[in-house]
Protein backbone atom coordinates (compact mmCIF):
# COMPACT_ATOMS: atom_id res chain seq x y z
CA UNK A 1 0.00 0.00 0.00
CA UNK A 2 1.69 3.12 -1.04
CA UNK A 3 1.76 5.89 2.01
CA UNK A 4 1.65 9.95 -0.18
CA UNK A 5 3.70 12.14 1.94
CA UNK A 6 2.60 15.89 1.24
CA UNK A 7 5.22 18.17 3.07
CA UNK A 8 4.47 20.16 5.90
CA UNK A 9 4.88 23.93 5.57
CA UNK A 10 5.88 26.28 7.89
CA UNK A 11 3.51 28.35 9.90
CA UNK A 12 3.56 31.84 7.77
CA UNK A 13 3.99 34.41 10.26
CA UNK A 14 1.56 37.66 9.21
CA UNK A 15 3.62 40.49 7.96
CA UNK A 16 3.21 43.52 10.11
CA UNK A 17 1.15 46.79 8.33
CA UNK A 18 3.46 49.43 6.30
CA UNK A 19 2.27 52.73 7.67
CA UNK A 20 2.09 55.49 5.55
CA UNK A 21 4.50 58.18 6.42
CA UNK A 22 1.39 60.26 5.23
CA UNK A 23 -0.74 59.09 8.27
CA UNK A 24 1.57 58.90 11.37
CA UNK A 25 -0.74 60.17 13.60
CA UNK A 26 -1.57 62.94 15.24
CA UNK A 27 1.61 64.01 16.45
CA UNK A 28 3.02 64.91 13.41
CA UNK A 29 0.54 67.55 12.36
CA UNK A 30 1.08 68.50 15.92
CA UNK A 31 5.04 69.13 15.49
CA UNK A 32 3.97 70.60 11.93
CA UNK A 33 1.59 73.27 13.23
CA UNK A 34 3.74 74.11 15.92
CA UNK A 35 7.00 74.57 13.59
CA UNK A 36 4.92 76.76 11.52
CA UNK A 37 3.98 78.94 14.09
CA UNK A 38 7.64 78.96 15.40
CA UNK A 39 8.50 80.11 11.78
CA UNK A 40 5.62 83.04 11.55
CA UNK A 41 7.08 84.22 14.97
CA UNK A 42 10.42 84.56 13.41
CA UNK A 43 9.11 86.34 10.69
CA UNK A 44 6.90 89.12 12.58
CA UNK A 45 10.41 91.26 13.12
CA UNK A 46 11.09 91.31 9.51
CA UNK A 47 7.31 92.15 8.56
CA UNK A 48 7.99 95.23 10.79
CA UNK A 49 11.33 96.29 8.91
CA UNK A 50 9.87 96.17 5.65
CA UNK A 51 6.72 97.71 6.87
CA UNK A 52 8.87 100.49 7.65
CA UNK A 53 11.61 100.90 5.12
CA UNK A 54 9.07 102.44 2.96
CA UNK A 55 6.76 104.34 5.39
CA UNK A 56 7.62 108.24 5.48
CA UNK A 57 8.28 110.23 8.63
CA UNK A 58 5.10 111.92 9.26
CA UNK A 59 3.33 108.69 8.75
CA UNK A 60 5.57 107.16 11.28
CA UNK A 61 5.46 110.29 14.02
CA UNK A 62 1.51 109.60 13.20
CA UNK A 63 0.57 106.26 13.02
CA UNK A 64 3.43 104.11 15.31
CA UNK A 65 5.37 101.18 13.42
CA UNK A 66 2.41 99.35 13.32
CA UNK A 67 0.40 101.42 11.22
CA UNK A 68 -0.04 101.04 7.16
CA UNK A 69 2.05 103.98 5.47
CA UNK A 70 0.23 106.50 3.58
CA UNK A 71 2.40 106.31 0.01
CA UNK A 72 5.30 104.49 -0.73
CA UNK A 73 8.53 105.95 0.08
CA UNK A 74 11.28 105.36 -1.30
CA UNK A 75 13.32 108.32 0.21
CA UNK A 76 14.90 105.97 2.99
CA UNK A 77 16.67 103.75 0.84
CA UNK A 78 18.26 106.24 -1.32
CA UNK A 79 19.28 108.56 1.31
CA UNK A 80 20.93 104.96 3.32
CA UNK A 81 22.35 104.40 0.27
CA UNK A 82 24.14 107.55 -0.47
CA UNK A 83 24.58 108.84 2.99
CA UNK A 84 26.71 105.52 3.88
CA UNK A 85 28.17 104.63 0.82
CA UNK A 86 26.81 101.77 0.17
CA UNK A 87 28.62 100.20 -2.10
CA UNK A 88 31.79 100.65 -0.31
CA UNK A 89 30.48 99.33 2.71
CA UNK A 90 29.35 96.43 1.02
CA UNK A 91 32.56 95.64 -0.21
CA UNK A 92 34.62 95.95 3.08
CA UNK A 93 31.84 93.89 4.70
CA UNK A 94 32.02 90.74 1.34
CA UNK A 95 36.12 90.90 1.68
CA UNK A 96 36.28 91.21 5.57
CA UNK A 97 33.99 88.07 5.91
CA UNK A 98 35.13 86.09 2.88
CA UNK A 99 38.51 86.30 3.72
CA UNK A 100 37.69 85.52 6.76
CA UNK A 101 35.48 82.27 5.84
CA UNK A 102 38.43 80.72 3.58
CA UNK A 103 41.48 81.60 5.84
CA UNK A 104 39.53 80.27 8.97
CA UNK A 105 38.39 76.91 7.37
CA UNK A 106 41.75 76.58 6.08
CA UNK A 107 43.38 77.23 9.62
CA UNK A 108 40.44 74.58 11.24
CA UNK A 109 40.89 72.10 8.95
CA UNK A 110 45.40 72.17 9.39
CA UNK A 111 44.57 72.14 13.62
CA UNK A 112 42.12 69.71 13.15
CA UNK A 113 44.46 67.35 11.57
CA UNK A 114 47.29 67.30 13.83
CA UNK A 115 44.67 67.31 16.96
CA UNK A 116 42.79 64.54 15.85
CA UNK A 117 44.62 62.43 13.44
CA UNK A 118 48.16 63.30 13.94
CA UNK A 119 46.93 62.28 18.02
CA UNK A 120 49.32 65.10 19.75
CA UNK A 121 50.24 64.83 22.77
CA UNK A 122 47.57 66.87 25.32
CA UNK A 123 45.52 67.11 22.55
CA UNK A 124 42.49 66.63 25.09
CA UNK A 125 43.71 69.59 27.12
CA UNK A 126 44.08 71.69 23.68
CA UNK A 127 40.72 71.18 22.42
CA UNK A 128 39.24 72.03 25.57
CA UNK A 129 41.48 74.88 25.30
CA UNK A 130 39.87 76.18 22.03
CA UNK A 131 36.13 75.12 23.47
CA UNK A 132 37.44 77.68 26.18
CA UNK A 133 37.95 79.90 24.09
CA UNK A 134 34.93 80.25 22.10
CA UNK A 135 33.29 80.83 25.28
CA UNK A 136 34.80 84.16 26.04
CA UNK A 137 33.18 87.46 25.14
CA UNK A 138 34.41 89.94 22.79
CA UNK A 139 34.06 92.89 25.35
CA UNK A 140 36.72 90.69 27.64
CA UNK A 141 39.25 90.54 24.43
CA UNK A 142 38.50 94.32 23.01
CA UNK A 143 40.85 95.92 24.94
CA UNK A 144 44.19 93.68 24.35
CA UNK A 145 43.08 93.38 20.83
CA UNK A 146 43.01 97.44 20.40
CA UNK A 147 46.01 97.64 22.50
CA UNK A 148 47.98 95.00 20.26
CA UNK A 149 46.80 96.55 16.98
CA UNK A 150 47.90 100.26 17.77
CA UNK A 151 51.23 98.88 18.71
CA UNK A 152 51.78 96.80 15.46
CA UNK A 153 50.36 99.21 13.51
CA UNK A 154 47.65 97.49 12.35
CA UNK A 155 45.29 99.46 14.05
CA UNK A 156 42.03 100.86 11.87
CA UNK A 157 42.86 98.64 8.92
CA UNK A 158 40.68 95.81 7.47
CA UNK A 159 43.81 93.10 7.77
CA UNK A 160 43.18 93.45 11.63
CA UNK A 161 39.73 92.60 11.59
CA UNK A 162 40.96 89.82 9.43
CA UNK A 163 43.44 88.19 11.65
CA UNK A 164 40.92 88.36 14.48
CA UNK A 165 37.88 87.00 13.33
CA UNK A 166 40.23 84.06 11.52
CA UNK A 167 41.25 83.11 15.00
CA UNK A 168 38.21 83.31 16.74
CA UNK A 169 35.87 81.39 14.36
CA UNK A 170 38.96 78.93 14.07
CA UNK A 171 38.98 78.23 17.70
CA UNK A 172 35.30 76.73 17.36
CA UNK A 173 36.36 75.25 13.60
CA UNK A 174 39.08 73.60 14.94
CA UNK A 175 37.45 72.15 18.23
CA UNK A 176 34.47 70.72 15.43
CA UNK A 177 36.99 69.09 12.96
CA UNK A 178 38.81 67.63 15.23
CA UNK A 179 35.98 66.12 17.29
CA UNK A 180 35.05 64.79 13.90
CA UNK A 181 38.61 63.85 12.67
CA UNK A 182 38.46 61.83 16.01
CA UNK A 183 36.58 59.17 14.73
CA UNK A 184 37.79 59.04 11.05
CA UNK A 185 38.67 55.76 9.95
CA UNK A 186 41.74 54.31 11.23
CA UNK A 187 41.73 51.87 7.93
CA UNK A 188 42.12 54.39 5.41
CA UNK A 189 44.95 56.12 7.16
CA UNK A 190 47.00 52.78 7.34
CA UNK A 191 45.77 52.27 3.50
CA UNK A 192 47.37 55.05 2.49
CA UNK A 193 50.55 54.80 4.80
CA UNK A 194 51.39 51.69 3.35
CA UNK A 195 50.57 53.06 0.04
CA UNK A 196 53.20 55.42 0.45
CA UNK A 197 51.53 58.65 1.15
CA UNK A 198 53.28 60.93 3.25
CA UNK A 199 51.26 63.49 5.55
CA UNK A 200 50.33 66.39 3.39
CA UNK A 201 49.07 63.27 0.85
CA UNK A 202 46.67 61.70 3.27
CA UNK A 203 45.71 65.23 4.25
CA UNK A 204 44.93 66.15 0.78
CA UNK A 205 44.12 63.09 -0.70
CA UNK A 206 41.89 61.03 1.71
CA UNK A 207 41.01 63.82 4.61
CA UNK A 208 39.82 66.41 2.84
CA UNK A 209 37.55 64.39 0.38
CA UNK A 210 35.60 63.07 3.45
CA UNK A 211 35.33 66.59 4.95
CA UNK A 212 34.34 68.63 2.30
CA UNK A 213 30.70 68.87 3.20
CA UNK A 214 31.42 69.37 6.74
CA UNK A 215 34.08 72.15 5.61
CA UNK A 216 31.28 73.61 2.92
CA UNK A 217 28.72 74.07 5.97
CA UNK A 218 31.72 76.12 8.32
CA UNK A 219 32.25 77.97 5.44
CA UNK A 220 28.68 79.13 5.40
CA UNK A 221 28.64 79.89 8.76
CA UNK A 222 31.89 81.50 9.14
CA UNK A 223 30.45 84.50 6.56
CA UNK A 224 27.46 85.58 8.27
CA UNK A 225 28.95 85.25 11.16
CA UNK A 226 31.87 87.51 10.30
CA UNK A 227 29.00 89.44 7.67
CA UNK A 228 27.21 90.40 11.20
CA UNK A 229 29.75 91.30 13.23
CA UNK A 230 29.72 94.70 15.15
CA UNK A 231 31.56 95.54 18.12
CA UNK A 232 35.11 94.18 16.91
CA UNK A 233 34.45 96.51 13.82
CA UNK A 234 33.13 99.32 15.43
CA UNK A 235 36.32 99.43 17.86
CA UNK A 236 38.97 98.87 15.11
CA UNK A 237 37.72 100.57 12.13
CA UNK A 238 36.92 104.42 12.73
CA UNK A 239 37.51 105.42 8.65
CA UNK A 240 34.44 105.71 7.17
CA UNK A 241 36.75 103.59 4.16
CA UNK A 242 37.34 101.04 6.33
CA UNK A 243 33.79 100.26 7.92
CA UNK A 244 31.57 97.39 7.16
CA UNK A 245 27.64 97.47 7.04
CA UNK A 246 26.62 96.89 10.30
CA UNK A 247 28.71 99.90 11.42
CA UNK A 248 27.62 102.26 9.09
CA UNK A 249 23.76 100.93 9.65
CA UNK A 250 24.38 102.05 13.30
CA UNK A 251 25.89 105.49 12.04
CA UNK A 252 22.24 106.46 11.23
CA UNK A 253 21.55 106.60 14.98
CA UNK A 254 22.07 109.76 17.08
CA UNK A 255 21.77 110.53 20.76
CA UNK A 256 18.90 111.57 20.71
CA UNK A 257 17.50 111.39 17.29
CA UNK A 258 16.59 108.75 14.86
CA UNK A 259 15.56 108.28 11.56
CA UNK A 260 13.29 104.84 12.03
CA UNK A 261 12.05 104.81 8.07
CA UNK A 262 16.21 105.35 7.26
CA UNK A 263 16.98 102.87 9.79
CA UNK A 264 14.61 100.09 9.07
CA UNK A 265 15.24 100.78 4.96
CA UNK A 266 18.94 100.67 5.79
CA UNK A 267 18.55 97.36 7.70
CA UNK A 268 16.42 95.86 4.94
CA UNK A 269 19.45 96.63 2.28
CA UNK A 270 22.00 95.26 4.68
CA UNK A 271 20.01 91.96 4.74
CA UNK A 272 19.41 91.10 1.25
CA UNK A 273 23.42 90.40 0.52
CA UNK A 274 23.24 87.66 3.63
CA UNK A 275 19.79 86.47 2.53
CA UNK A 276 21.15 85.74 -1.09
CA UNK A 277 24.54 84.24 -0.03
CA UNK A 278 22.75 82.11 2.38
CA UNK A 279 19.73 81.03 -0.62
CA UNK A 280 22.83 79.99 -3.46
CA UNK A 281 24.46 77.92 -0.81
CA UNK A 282 21.67 76.38 0.79
CA UNK A 283 21.78 73.16 -0.97
CA UNK A 284 25.27 72.81 -0.03
CA UNK A 285 24.29 73.57 3.34
CA UNK A 286 21.78 70.75 3.29
CA UNK A 287 23.89 68.04 1.40
CA UNK A 288 27.01 69.34 4.50
CA UNK A 289 24.17 68.68 7.21
CA UNK A 290 22.98 65.74 5.64
CA UNK A 291 26.46 64.19 5.14
CA UNK A 292 26.99 64.47 8.70
CA UNK A 293 24.19 63.13 9.84
CA UNK A 294 24.53 59.93 7.48
CA UNK A 295 28.74 59.88 8.90
Known amino acids: MAVTLTPTSAPVTPARPVRDRHHRGVSRWVVLALVTVGALVMLVPFAFMLLNAFKSPGDYSSGGPLSWPTEFYTKGLRTYWTE ?58 IYPLYYVAKQVGLYNTQLSVIIIFTV ?112 IFQRTLARGITAGAEK
Do not use: H
Open 84 to 141: VNFPLKFWNSAVIAGSVAVLGVAVSLLNAYALGIGRVRGRLWIVGLFLLANMLPQEAL
Open 168 to 279: IQSAFGTYLLASVMGTFPRSLLEAAALDGAGKWTVLWRVVFPNLRPTLAVLLIFFFIWTWNEFLIPLVMLIDNQTQTIPVALASLQGDRLMDAPTTNAGALISLVPAILFFL
